[in-house]
């Protein structure tokens, strides 16, 4: 047997690269891609910790899909879990049940499977905020937001048709959820309840409805978006933090090819372990636990997964009772109200950035982010958006409240009703003030510097504390940002003013009335010549 030698391994690979070069051309990309400037800050780790949350949910599903049965056949369950042994199921939960107890690795597998879907939907909404607070969506990249947007819906989606596969207790009763809610749509309603189900709930073939979405139709579109996402990230430039030799023009940091790349892989191989870890200690999902879905015993203390607590919260804010029948049509607005307040308050996230780029009439391209307090009213928008959302997922668990607190439900609800609207707006008020506060304080620190606690006095007996200026770098930190000014009522070039023009300059007033302005250069210098005299 011959042994091939050194020099001959590295003429294969060169006639092999070659090769594809001279079909492809992929070289002349591989040599772009590699020369683009990543910036290196914590921060930017959050969308690659769901790209690779992505990754190792593709691979651990792949390792399920062997073993899964889409089937609602009812089968007699002979595994090896004794306590459901004999117990009539479908064929979904029955396979389930073998591979976490009788497929070698399978229960590893199904809670790597769950866990990196639950981080992937929360790294992209940490992503999502980062972009938020920071401007990193405005121009030239309003529209990888929207693709953003559209990938954490789809993340949502995806994770709520696996969390459904198994066909437990748990999993059927958020199915039945989702049945009322598409029956309580008056005309189009029922139509579409039988369309997803095949037949009246629960149909005779959803779990392999929900398998196809949950295996082809829903990944190959996140794919797609995460393509369409990275390939925008790379056209417009990486955003980065403003500081010393950092312009819109330039980005400072390190190249893809060796510096990122590698560390992006010893990343990816960290946020593996950390979930694997976690997989293998912390137990989520235990449909044994649960048994099969039977719609009589629905036991209270059941939670959805977090990322559909929000709506599941919506449905139980709603009072009671508030139907009304018209034109032959039973209208249930406790359901109804949920649903458009949920539309609502994502179309409003998806369209906020077109929304400031109305309100402010930038069309500059921006590559330097702002800090959260250098744009106060939208720091205020985003915590008043979080606080209407973590009151919903609060909902989603008044009972555990309760029970746990030992309280009553009505006061929880009741407690929670009033939060949902009062909590955005005192969020709101209370944002905006302390991002002026902090305003008012950089701009102090810039022109006096900072206290040292140093007390010296005086030769005329005088006693002041000592003032030390700021580095360069901090420095550019407090005084880089945009004053923008609200916008002036001018008429239109016919002469007229009307009435969207006079709605976009309240809006502006709104926005831009209350700020502060940044340090000039004028405004520097004397307060440094009055510090040195």
Not at 113 to 118: E, P, S, T, Y
Not at 239 to 258: A, D, F, H, R, S
Not at 298 to 317: C, E, K, M, N
């Amino acid at each position: 047997m011959s042994i091939t030698s050194a020099p001959e391994q590295k003429g294969f690979i060169a006639s092999a690269s070659n090769y594809l070069d001279e079909r492809t051309s992929i070289s002349g990309a591989v040599k772009e891609f590699g020369r683009k400037i990543f910036p290196d800050h914590w921060s930017f780790l959050l969308g690659e910790v769901a790209l690779y949350s992505f990754v190792i949910i593709l691979l651990s599903g792949s390792f399920l899909t062997f073993f899964f049965q889409a089937s609602m056949t009812p089968v007699e369950y002979a595994g090896s879990y004794v306590p459901l042994r004999g117990v009539e199921m479908s064929a979904a939960m029955s396979s389930t049940l073998d591979i976490s107890f009788d497929i070698r690795g399978g229960l590893l597998m199904r809670q790597i499977h769950h866990w990196a879907a639950l981080l992937f939907v929360a790294a992209i909404g940490l992503h999502m905020l980062r972009v938020f607070f920071t401007g990193a969506f405005r121009k030239p990249r309003e529209l990888n937001w929207a693709i953003g947007f559209v990938l954490f819906v789809l993340a949502m989606a995806e994770g709520f048709t696996g969390y459904s596969l198994p066909d437990d207790l748990l999993s059927g009763n958020g199915l039945r959820i989702i049945d009322g809610m598409m029956n309580a749509v008056p005309v189009v309603g029922t139509w579409i309840t039988f369309l997803l189900f095949g037949g009246e709930f629960p149909g005779n073939d959803i779990v392999g409805r929900l398998y196809t979405l949950h295996i082809l139709l829903l990944p190959a579109m996140v794919l797609i978006f995460i393509v369409l996402h990275l390939m925008f990230v790379v056209i417009h430039k990486h955003t980065q933090y403003p500081g010393p030799g950092k312009t819109e023009q330039n980005v400072v940091g390190y190249p893809v090819l060796p510096v990122y790349a590698a560390k992006a892989g010893g990343f990816f191989f960290l946020v593996f372990g950390v979930i694997a870890l976690i997989a293998a200690t912390v137990t989520i999902n235990p449909i044994w636990n649960y048994g099969p879905y039977d719609p009589s015993p629905v036991s209270a203390g059941t939670q959805p997964d977090w990322y559909i607590g929000f709506a599941d919260g919506a449905l139980r804010l709603m009072p009671p009772g508030l139907e009304t029948v018209w034109l032959g049509y039973t209208w249930s607005w406790n359901i109804l109200i949920p649903i458009l307040v949920l539309v609502v308050f994502l179309l409003l996230t998806f369209i906020y950035p077109y929304v400031e780029a109305w309100v402010t009439g930038d069309k500059r391209e921006h590559h330097l982010l702002d800090r959260p307090r250098n744009a106060p009213v939208r720091t205020a928008f985003g915590a008043a958006g979080v606080t209407f959302y973590a009151v919903l997922w609060a909902a989603a668990s008044s009972d555990i409240i309760a029970t746990h607190f030992k309280v009553t439900m009505e006061g929880v609800i009741n407690t929670l009703q009033a939060l949902l609207i009062l909590g955005p707006i005192v969020a709101f008020m209370v944002t905006k003030r302390v991002c002026l506060a902090l305003q008012k304080k950089d701009r102090e620190m810039v022109l006096h510097g900072f206290e040292t606690g140093r007390i010296v006095r005086l030769p005329g007996g005088e006693f002041v504390e000592v003032h030390e200026q700021l580095d360069e770098y901090t420095r550019w930190q407090l005084v880089s940002f945009n004053d923008n000014a609200p916008l002036q009522l001018k008429p239109n070039p016919v002469g007229k003013i009307t009435a969207s023009a006079r709605f976009r300059v309240a809006m502006s007033r709104f926005f831009f009335e209350d700020r502060i302005a940044p340090v000039s250069p004028k405004e520097y210098q004397a307060a440094l010549e009055h510090s040195s005299h």
